[in-house]
């Protein structure tokens, strides 16, 4: 009798193990194992955001942009390839056609108000590939906005940053800290980008919000400086303190290049930038974030560059059947975050972090989190576990 009942409890044991991995493999093997593991994706950068590679600081925002996508493509075991677009119409269908004939892609991932963004979402119909595009919003040739899904079936999404936020949070924070340092009036020049950049312009609409909230700040001018040429910037930012404007206090700039001349400007003139004047930019650009440690600059208004990680995750999810995507198709960017002298070392750290492989990609993705109702891409919560404080 005992030797049935151990045989029996013999096999309940082998049953309930039997039936233990079986759910496990249905439920978990079977899942991941109907990932599309061999999706490729071609991400476009246009001729205007590369052609400067003689001036490394020019580029370097868009280089960790590209650097931080490769990582997300790596964490989510997708191919991706990197080409360079021309911004003429016929050149752009000629090279897209090639790129596709090449690559193979199932999915292009472009830059948004880059010259050649719209041309490339006319062939990207043509050729009926999903594209999403991040950064930047998409403008007709009239300042229309085009819209995913409407005016391009096969554009599937944006994801772009709320530059009318980026340029009032960073007005506000340099109005506020050149009152603290005692003047008794704010007088302000800013730089923007250019005339024809999208994200310049909205940057330029949240700086005329903040002064007029700002009684007591002057701005003097707005000056442009040719899509954020260093050089331009510092040649005019000499003219402006040595014949026109010699008591600004404060500068406002569309970028982090554009503060980063500005500096050097400032201490070849034998200014002491971070007392004499004070000056912000926006991107969290390397030449910014060391110019803020050395304490040059107030600080920089960032955390976007992580869209392109972000648009390629959508694209991942979409090219693997997710639809939730579609819910997405004008998706905002989490909200910026000020970089100063108090957190920019801990913010530099946690950069590294995220162009490593240390950082996971893949929790981001509806693709490996199927229970996941929506997307959360925001690095706040991850920052705090880097001991970084907004």
């Known amino acids: 009798m005992k030797i049935l009942r151990n045989a029996f409890l013999f096999f309940l044991i082998i049953a309930i193990s039997t039936i233990s991995i079986y759910y496990i493999y249905k439920h978990y093997s079977i899942k991941h194992s109907t990932i599309n593991m061999k999706i490729r994706i071609a991400v476009l950068n246009d001729v205007y955001y590369t052609n400067k590679t003689s001036d490394e600081i020019t580029n370097s925002f868009f280089k960790m942009s590209n650097d931080i996508i490769s990582y997300a493509a790596k964490s989510l075991e997708c191919e991706i390839g990197f080409f360079i677009v021309p911004p003429g119409k016929s050149e752009i269908e000629e090279?897209?056609?090639?790129?596709?004939?090449?690559?193979s892609p199932d999915g292009i991932l472009i830059v948004g108000g880059s010259i050649s963004s719209s041309k490339i979402l006319d062939v990207g119909e043509r050729l009926r590939i999903p594209i999403i595009s991040?950064?930047?919003?998409?403008?007709?040739?009239?300042?229309?906005?085009?819209?995913?899904?409407?005016?391009?079936?096969?554009?599937?999404?944006?994801?772009?940053?709320?530059?009318?936020?980026?340029?009032?949070?960073?007005?506000?924070?340099?109005?506020?800290?050149?009152?603290?340092?005692?003047?008794?009036?704010?007088?302000?020049?800013?730089?923007?980008?250019?005339?024809?950049?999208?994200?310049?312009?909205?940057?330029?609409?949240?700086?005329?919000?903040?002064?007029?909230?700002?009684?007591k700040a002057n701005l003097l001018q707005v000056f442009t400086t040719e899509f954020y040429n260093y050089n331009t910037t510092r040649d005019k930012f000499h003219t402006i303190v040595r014949e026109r404007f010699p008591d600004v206090n404060t500068v406002w700039c569309?970028?982090?290049?554009?503060?980063?001349?500005?500096?050097?400007?400032?201490?070849?003139?034998?200014?002491?930038?971070?007392?004499?004047?004070?000056?912000?930019g926006i991107d969290w650009q390397a030449c910014g974030l060391n110019k803020i440690k050395k304490g040059h600059m107030e600080l920089s208004v960032g955390e976007h560059f992580m869209e392109g990680?972000?648009?390629?995750?959508?694209?991942?999810?979409?090219?693997?059947?997710?639809?939730?995507?579609?819910?997405?198709?004008?998706?905002k960017s989490e909200n910026f975050i000020i970089a100063d002298k108090g957190n920019v070392n801990k913010v530099i750290k946690y950069i590294d972090t995220l162009l490593s492989d240390a950082f996971p990609y893949r929790p981001f993705s509806m693709t490996y989190n199927s229970s996941q109702q929506k997307y959360n891409f925001s690095i706040k919560s991850d920052l705090s576990d880097h001991n970084f404080t907004p």
């Open 134 to 215: 991040y950064n930047t919003k998409i403008y007709t040739n009239s300042s229309n906005e085009y819209l995913p899904g409407i005016s391009h079936k096969f554009w599937i999404a944006q994801i772009t940053p709320d530059d009318f936020q980026a340029g009032k949070l960073l007005a506000d924070e340099l109005i506020t800290r050149t009152e603290s340092a005692g003047v008794s009036r704010v007088n302000l020049i800013a730089f923007s980008g250019s005339s024809r950049d999208n994200a310049s312009k909205d940057r330029l609409r949240g700086l005329h919000k903040s002064l007029s909230e700002h009684s």
């Open 254 to 280: 569309a970028n982090d290049v554009i503060a980063s001349a500005v500096v050097d400007e400032c201490i070849s003139l034998g200014l002491i930038p971070g007392k004499d004047i004070h000056i912000g």
């Open 309 to 331: 990680a972000w648009g390629l995750i959508l694209l991942f999810d979409y090219l693997n059947g997710n639809m939730h995507v579609l819910k997405e198709r004008n998706r």
């Open 95 to 103: 090279h897209l056609t090639k790129i596709v004939n090449d690559f």
